[in-house]
């Protein structure tokens, strides 16, 4: 039996495999996360960080290797349960925030669970609701995504990240387009959620953003050091 909430083992990732442009993204990676911490990966641009992200998310598979999540392996799932994966197990939140601005706050928050399989507890909008909540923000339910600041649409982005409960959160450069001011705000965010219980792997580039974490990777050229 593996240890640990994620356990890479021997993870290798190729783009253009046998082709002249090969590239070599990710190279014999070996990471364990237990379930609880706050973890960090830094790295140049091009470093394999994103690569990584999406091999933990589920949206991207490894060339070669071992992923157990929980003790299950990912690493060979079908397509079906491999989406099932990423929709329950793992909590997405990106630099871009990637809400629809057309929608109000709770809508977005809303859209993981029209994906959700099985009978829910609560009803989407009580669940969405409880998530904003959380993060604080429940005064925005009504508003239009498109309408509020980059630091609120963040905070709408983690609400959504956190609506099915997932295992472990994934966030990709979420301070990377907002002012120092409110990246700190972000940070603290999930620095509560951790405190909470969740489990949280920040990517970044940036040392001083991977500083809030309690432990650090780095990651150059596929290689996680």
Do not use: W
Request: net charge positive; aromatic share 4%; charged share 20%.
């Amino acid at each position: 039996m593996v240890t640990g909430m994620i356990v890479l083992r021997q993870v290798n990732k190729y783009y253009d495999k046998n082709k002249p442009n090969e590239m070599h993204a990710l190279k014999d990676v070996n990471l364990t996360i237990p379930d609880g911490e706050m973890l960090g990966i830094v790295g140049p641009s091009g470093a394999g960080k994103s690569t990584l992200l999406h091999i933990l998310a589920g949206i991207d598979t490894a060339d070669s290797g071992s992923y157990h999540f929980n003790n299950t392996k990912i690493s060979g799932l079908s397509p079906r349960k491999l989406s099932a994966f990423r929709n329950k197990q793992v909590g997405i939140v990106l630099q871009d925030f990637s809400l629809v601005e057309e929608y109000t706050v709770l809508q977005n928050v809303m859209i993981p669970l029209c994906f959700a399989k099985g009978r829910l507890p609560k009803s989407k909008k009580e669940t969405a609701m409880e998530c904003l909540e959380l993060i604080g923000i429940q005064d925005l339910a009504g508003k239009a995504s498109g309408k509020i600041s980059g630091g609120q649409k963040q905070r709408v982005a983690i609400a959504r990240a956190l609506v099915n409960s997932p295992g472990v959160l994934l966030a990709d450069e979420p301070t990377g387009a907002l002012d120092s001011k409110t990246s700190e705000e972000i940070l603290r965010v999930f620095l509560e959620l951790n405190a909470h219980g969740h489990t949280v792997v920040l990517i970044t580039h940036e040392q001083k953003i991977a500083g809030y974490c309690h432990r650090v990777v780095r990651i150059s050229d596929g290689v996680l050091e």
